[in-house]
């Protein structure tokens, strides 16, 4: 079964400055991977994917995520964070085959972005 | 991407009581999925729904505790029922939408 690693509980960052939200993945198979982000009393919304092809993706918001299948990360990258992107982000994953596969979430990231 | 409404947002019941939350789904999806997010962790399926057949429980999660119907392609319910201030969390469903997965706004439940 798939399993995700969040190492970071929470990341403070000033604004304007880069940040790095870290996602390992362990799986034995080819996989699908996720970052969602969750505003404060609000549902979860997809920031962007990676399904096959070009192993960097990019969200329109900024964000942008490598697959890197030899470390099995998918870490989230920002050059340069708002206060808006204060919020929780999750990674998931699931098989990439198959059809429809159980989700597996992190623990979640608290990213809280500084004045 | 589909969009879905999640009733109610938010509600505070009273312990052994139970509590219905329903899930539209604007266009028409085969399988529907339930997650429990608890205060401060991730979210955890609890059942998957597909309709016109009975919902697939994960590990920990009985259908007399969740009773889930999904009477057609565009909604789908989720019981909690005999609740104790434990089950206090958000609730959210989700469906499977162009090799994504997209959520409800969720429930936010609270027992007292």
């Known amino acids: 079964a798939q399993s995700v690693t969040q190492l970071d509980s929470q990341v403070p960052v000033f604004e304007e400055a880069p940040v790095e939200l870290r996602c390992n993945y362990s799986s034995s198979v080819s996989v699908y991977l996720f970052w969602y982000v969750q505003y404060p009393n609000q549902g979860l919304q997809l920031l962007l994917k990676y399904l096959s092809g070009s192993t960097l993706v990019e969200s329109i918001n900024g964000f942008e995520a490598e697959f890197n299948k030899s470390q099995t990360s998918f870490h989230l990258r920002k050059p340069s964070v708002h206060i808006s992107d204060t919020a929780e982000y999750f990674c998931a994953v699931t098989l990439g085959s198959g059809g429809y596969q159980k989700v597996t979430f992190g623990t979640g990231t608290k990213l809280q972005v500084i004045p | 991407s589909a969009v879905i409404s999640q009733k109610p947002s938010r509600d505070i019941c009273q312990r052994g009581t139970s509590l219905t939350i329903q899930c539209q789904v604007d266009?028409?999806?085969?399988?529907m999925f339930w997650y429990r997010q608890q205060p401060g962790q991730s979210l955890t399926l609890i059942a998957t729904?597909?309709?016109?057949?009975?919902?697939?429980?994960e590990s920990g999660f009985v259908i007399d505790k969740f009773p889930i119907s999904r009477p057609n392609l565009t909604f789908s319910t989720l019981t909690v029922s005999n609740m104790s201030p434990e089950d206090s969390s958000i609730y959210l469903c989700s469906v499977v939408w162009r090799d994504g997965y997209t959520f409800g706004s969720g429930t936010r439940l609270t027992v007292v």
């Open positions: 266009s028409q999806v085969t399988m």
């Open positions: 729904a597909n309709q016109g057949s009975e919902a697939t429980y």
